[in-house]
């Protein structure tokens, strides 16, 4: 049983906010990077959208001190979790999430921390996407580099942080050795683990989905498209396509709804791969799973991200905006499926207007 299952008028009281939601985000230090930085954009827009609304929402960061949380949550009905890093490290944000429940004892928005940990977890991930016989991308890992492979191109990424830390065009190569080096390199630089997965050269898809009545609805599929895009260069979403929007990769990486209705089949397909994902890794709330085809045109899984984007401008929003939901609503939908304790063994599920 839900939270709230009726919005929009969820236990509204004449003359009062309909709900309290303490939005907790990442402690950002003063000039943090801009997929940092980012978080605050979507902690500020979502209050926004609930004060307009008539609920009561205000901002907090995420400290790891029980009586502290306890104390901001005292007045709050859900918390709205936007906490993707703790001090520094993406991984560590399911660590947030399992406070939570154990402090706060309020609905929470968002998936599970046990969910948070293995989709956190890019290589395990994959194990487990293997393991269920769910198509993924082959993949080798420091330090015995089992089944990497000389014929075939690879991407090198963080095996535990987000946002396309590292990512750029030297990121795509072929050779065991230029690999090595260059997780080598990027673990120098950036700290963590790196690995490398096998690059696919196929069209790219992002599959949003939002809990509803229990249910993960798809929403329209977005295709990424590489426009007017150099030949030579690797077709990814790297860290400037993201985060730099003044630069070439970010204006001519353009989302494409349009391709669906002219491929039911290719539609159905994702639609699937997504769901399954959902079920496997025990997602709530919402969510994005990121997928691109093989030469052939079948869809593998790349990554399956439970704390996708929230600003207006990001993809969640624009596949929500699709479906007909304005941004206040997708974000009501999403406060409306937040757990209580005794509904999830540590963190809600969230995801209606």
């Not at 963080?158 to 050795?177: F, H, K, P, Q, Y």
Request: some cysteine; overall charge negative.
């Amino acid at each position: 049983m839900r939270f709230c299952a009726g919005i929009p008028n969820c236990g509204r009281v004449p003359g009062r906010p309909e709900m309290r939601v303490l939005i907790l985000h990442s402690d950002i230090a003063p000039g943090a990077p801009p997929d940092e930085q980012d978080t605050l954009v979507q902690a500020n827009a979502i209050a926004t959208a609930l004060n307009g609304r008539g609920h009561r929402a205000v901002t907090a960061p995420f400290v790891a001190d029980p009586a502290r949380l306890a104390a901001l949550a005292a007045e709050a009905d859900v918390l709205f979790n936007l906490v993707e890093s703790v001090d520094g490290s993406g991984f560590k944000a399911a660590e947030a999430a399992a406070l939570f429940f154990s402090t706060l004892g309020i609905p929470c928005t968002g998936s599970p921390a046990s969910a948070l940990v293995l989709t956190g977890d890019k290589p395990e991930s994959k194990r487990r996407l293997a393991a269920a016989g769910l198509a993924t991308p082959a993949w080798a890992m420091p330090p015995d580099w089992q089944g990497l492979r000389d014929d075939l191109p690879y991407i090198v990424k963080s095996a535990r942080e987000d946002a396309s830390i590292g990512l750029d065009d030297g990121a795509v190569l072929t050779g065991r050795g230029a690999i090595i080096a260059r997780a080598a390199a990027s673990a120098a630089a950036y700290g963590g683990l790196w690995f490398a997965e096998e690059y696919l050269t196929g069209r790219e898809f992002n599959v949003a989905l939002l809990d509803e009545a229990g249910v993960p609805i798809v929403l329209p599929i977005a295709e990424m498209r590489f426009a007017d895009w150099p030949s030579d260069r690797p077709r990814i979403v790297g860290y400037r396509a993201k985060w730099d929007e003044a630069s070439f990769e970010a204006r001519k990486t353009v989302r494409d709804f349009s391709w669906a209705s002219r491929e039911p089949e290719l539609n159905a397909a994702l639609h699937a791969l997504a769901t399954q994902a959902w079920a496997l890794f025990g997602l709530g709330g919402y969510a994005r799973v990121d997928l691109r085809c093989r030469a052939d045109g079948t869809p593998t899984i790349l990554e399956v991200n439970t704390n996708p984007c929230l600003s207006p401008d990001a993809g969640f929003a624009a596949a929500a905006e699709q479906q007909g939901y304005a941004y206040a609503g997708l974000v009501e939908r999403v406060v409306a499926a937040a757990h209580t304790p005794a509904q999830s063994a540590v963190c809600g599920r969230s995801g209606t207007d």
